[in-house]
């Protein structure tokens, strides 16, 4: 039985996917939503996916998707030729990737996940919680802090080498939304423990989510806007859990 729930929730989380790409990208072409908008709903509800990464009983079915996902995106290029992914460049692609000729940022986006669950898997898969949480962020955090920026943003914080504005008021929304999003996965998969996850108390859980939000924050508001999606998931993850093992 294991083998066909797991088969069963593949597949719901590919048609999940599927589906949070698509709608996004009619959306655009019907000229309902704006590329940003449109951008900004694939990267939210379509990351969302990794929720179902600790339901597995086999986890590197996660990484197959996760995968393969990283494959169909790199894939989307100006020069595609199959329509779909060509369409799905047009819909979301940002100026910044123009020169690439590829979506730059979704790619690290797919990476970043990937390389995550194969890390965790093989090495802490009883420890899911520290790249869910990681992985979060960059979904939420990230995709808020960016709308907050550039609709309430009045404070600008100016730094040199990144390509893109960051602000006083982005960068508290993604703080403030990421230690809720850390206290949730940490919480909910650490202290309650409904699944095969290694228990942590509520004082532990807590902590690391200040800690990894308040990383997290630092690193998104250093890193240019088309590396963030690697740099965010990947540090945060790496920094929180070495700092555990201190």
């Given amino acids: 039985m294991s083998i066909l729930s797991d088969l069963l929730l593949v597949l719901v989380t590919y048609i999940y996917v599927f589906a949070t790409i698509l709608i996004p990208v009619y959306l655009k072409k019907k000229d309902k939503i704006s590329k940003f908008q449109a951008r900004k709903a694939v ?3 379509a990351g969302l996916s990794i929720l179902t990464t600790p339901y ?33 460049y047009e819909s979301i692609g940002e100026e910044a990737e123009e020169r690439v000729g590829y979506l730059q940022g979704p790619f690290h986006y797919c990476v970043s996940i990937t390389l995550l669950l194969l890390a ?15 992985i979060l962020l960059m979904i939420i ?26 602000t ?10 990421g230690f809720i999003l850390c ?22 859980a807590l902590l690391y989510s200040l800690i990894t939000s308040a990383l997290a ?30």
């Fill in 168 to 177: 006083l008021e982005g960068s508290l929304a993604f703080f403030i939304s």
């Fill in 56 to 88: 597995f009983e086999w986890p590197w079915w996660a990484i197959i998707i996760a995968g393969s996902l990283t494959v169909l995106v790199y894939m989307s290029s100006k020069k595609s030729k199959i329509k779909q992914l060509k369409e799905l």
């Fill in 120 to 134: 965790f898997v093989i090495f802490a898969p009883s420890q899911m919680y520290f790249p869910l949480s990681a």
């Fill in 43 to 45: 990267h939210l509800f």
């Fill in 217 to 246: 924050t630092l690193i998104e508001m250093f890193s240019p806007s088309t590396w963030d999606d690697l740099t965010i998931p990947i540090l945060t993850a790496l920094i929180i859990f070495l700092l555990t093992l201190m």
């Fill in 141 to 166: 955090s990230d995709t808020l802090a960016s709308i907050i920026g550039k609709r309430y943003g009045k404070h600008n914080i100016k730094i040199p080498w990144i390509k893109g504005i960051r």
């Fill in 183 to 204: 206290f949730f996965a940490f919480t909910f998969l650490g202290v309650t423990n409904p699944i095969t996850q290694a228990h942590i108390s509520f004082v532990d």
